[in-house]
């Protein structure tokens, strides 16, 4: 019995895996699709047409079996490091502009002097991408998604928070927000009020899991009609000032 506990254990410790990369995954596909589509409207020779199609017919294969191994899905591990968020943050915004499409204005109020935070690289992205889908589908008539980042001193810091320097990053939108029942049940895994197909009911619940695992918090500021503000709070790396670590270099930089 011991033995089959062990192997329950593995199959869960697995099947959360999955379910993360399956997911990330998602992202992943929705960025190569949006930029087939942008191409569809710049081809003419039907040689390149045929090419373009067969990419997009193979990643659409590829949303396919992802949706299927989100069936498990859960939490996964994370390899945290030093991240210089603004500079993440900096690196995505085409992405981030992307995922959101032109109906919806995109400000990046990004302080200076941000300290660096200890989180997993990868999935900070991926958190980031979820919020930013989220803010596109609470906006499907156009509205303002703001990015914002700034230092949060421990002498400042909440008291619900352990104690300690952390760097506050948010994504504001102006849509619907949620009603209190919805937004209590925001965090659940596999919750979602969006149509078959197109919510998991994974992207706050895997944000949610990964400020948890990275020592910080994630707050949802909503009411209906007021927009929704979704807060990460992640804790400060102290590194020493001579370190110039970037989140490219997060490979040689483990701390564990
Ligand atoms: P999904 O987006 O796949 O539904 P999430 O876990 O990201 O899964 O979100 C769960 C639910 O929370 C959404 O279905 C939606 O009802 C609500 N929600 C999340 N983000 C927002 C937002 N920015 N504005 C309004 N509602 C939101």
Redesign the pocket.
Known sequence: TQEMLLQTQKLEALGQMVGQVAHDFNNVLAAILGNHDLLRTRLYEPEQLTCLDRGTRAANRGVALVRQLLAFARKAELSPVVVDVAQLVRAMEDMVLLTVGRQVRCQFELASDLWAVIADPVRLEAVLL?LA???R??MPDGGTMTVTLRNLPAAAAPVELPAGDYVVIAVA?T????TSD?CAR??EPF????PRGK???????SAHEFARQSGGTLRID?APGAG?T?TLCLKRAQVEPDQNVTFKEHDDRRLH
Request: aromatic letters at 4%; glycine letters at 22%; a negative charge.
């Open positions: 979820n889908a989220n803010a589908d609470a939108d849509g619907g927000g949620m919805v925001a965090i919750f979602t009020t969006k919510g998991t009911g994974l992207g706050l619940a909503t929704t979704i």
